[in-house]
Structures are given as structure tokens and as C-alpha cells.
């Protein structure tokens, strides 16, 4: 991405940076299918927040599946309240870059969210994704629910049971989900030729039993 940061260890709170009491809040629609960015969760809809690394192709991974209804990057699991890019970038808002999945549970099931998260990108780096280095790209999901929480670790213990590396994956009860700034909300729809460090481990997620 354009800036990355060198730190890799997470800050507490006499170092994080104090930020802000006003929210940034997208300025516009979802590029891809037009809903609106807010905090607002849809009746019958249920929300996964996962860290990948670098959030521009996470989150165009996830705006393709049928059911999921919205998605939008941000910040998450960190101690500064309405970071900015740029602060994030520092290492010194223990925050990591997110992407909030709006999804559909008639249609698509949380464990087939979690396979994707964990296929899609390499769980094992710490604070790192590839060549993206910094406690902002650490590997994250954050839960809403005990249920949720149950089935992200048991899709962990599947998952490490076929890598040879100990899985340095962060799950958490979810914190506050700060919105990134707009120019980063679909930023692969808006800019197809940008930036992608997606990757994975090329070994596949075992079926829950």
C-alpha cells in the first residue's frame, strides 16, 4: 500500500495516539452495489470483521460472494477512536486493517466466510502480510457473537491441523469498527489495476465434520 509501517509491536495506551471524537464517515454509496456505508445493520443480517493484511483485495474477495449484502474497510482492535490512515500507518493505534462483511445467513453460512479468510491470505506471519510489514496487518477476526466466537476457533484448530506454522491469528470479541477514509471504502472498483497483496497458503481449508 502507500505508506507501510515498521513497527511490529502493539502499543499500549500511554504510547497509542490519542485521535478523535468525530467519526469518519464514507461519502458515499458502495461502488459496487450501492448501499449505503453506515453503522446500521440490516434486519436478518449478521456481520463478520476479519484482518488480512492490506484491505483493498480483502474486501473485493468478499463483495463477490452471493449473500453478502455490504462491505466497507476500516479500523479495528486497536485503542485510538476514529483513527486516520495515515495514524494507523504509525503502529501507534494497535489497530488493524478490517473489512466488515454484511452477509446473509440463508445464504451464505459463516463458516463458508471463515474458509475464504483463511485460504485467501497466510495466518502464520505475526505482524506482517507478504511484503506488508506492521501491527496494521496482522491476521484478525473479530466475533459478535459467543457463537461466533465458538465457530472462528474451531475453524482455527481445523485449519492449523494442515499447516506446518503455529497460526498467529488474533480472535477477539469485536471492538468498535472505525470506517476508513472513502478513497479506501471498494478501492479495487474504483481503481481496477491498484494494489492487491492478497494471497494464501495454497492448502485448503478441512470441512467441519
Known amino acids: 500500500m502507500i505508506m507501510s509501517s515498521t513497527k511490529s509491536t502493539l502499543p499500549d495506551a500511554s504510547q497509542a ?12 454509496p458502495h461502488a459496487v452495489n450501492g448501499t449505503v456505508l453506515e453503522d446500521t445493520i440490516p434486519e436478518g443480517m449478521e456481520v463478520l ?5 492490506c484491505f483493498w483485495g480483502a474486501e473485493r474477495l468478499f463483495w463477490k460472494q452471493p449473500g453478502v449484502y455490504s462491505t466497507a474497510v476500516g479500523y479495528s482492535g486497536g485503542l485510538t477512536p476514529n483513527p486516520t490512515y495515515k495514524e494507523v500507518c504509525t503502529g501507534l493505534t494497535g489497530h488493524t486493517e478490517v473489512v466488515r462483511v454484511i452477509f446473509d445467513p440463508q445464504q451464505i453460512s459463516f463458516d463458508a466466510l471463515l474458509t475464504l479468510f483463511w485460504e485467501h491470505h497466510d495466518p502464520t506471519q505475526g505482524m506482517r502480510q507478504g511484503n ?5 496487518y496482522r491476521s484478525a477476526i473479530f466475533t459478535q457473537t459467543p457463537a461466533q466466537q465458538i465457530a472462528a476457533i474451531d475453524s482455527q484448530l ?16 469485536a471492538s468498535t469498527f472505525y470506517f476508513a477514509e472513502t478513497y479506501h471504502q471498494q478501492y479495487l472498483a474504483k481503481n481496477p489495476q491498484g494494489y492487491c497483496g492478497l494471497g494464501g497458503t495454497g492448502i485448503c481449508m478441512p470441512p467441519a465434520e
Open 17 to 28: 495516539l490519542i485521535g478523535r471524537a468525530t467519526p469518519i464517515i464514507p461519502s458515499e
Open 132 to 136: 506488508d510489514v506492521g501491527t496494521q
Open 49 to 53: 470483521t476479519v484482518g488480512m493484511g
Open 158 to 173: 481445523r485449519y492449523q491441523a494442515v499447516l506446518d506454522a503455529p497460526i498467529t491469528t488474533e480472535i477477539a470479541a
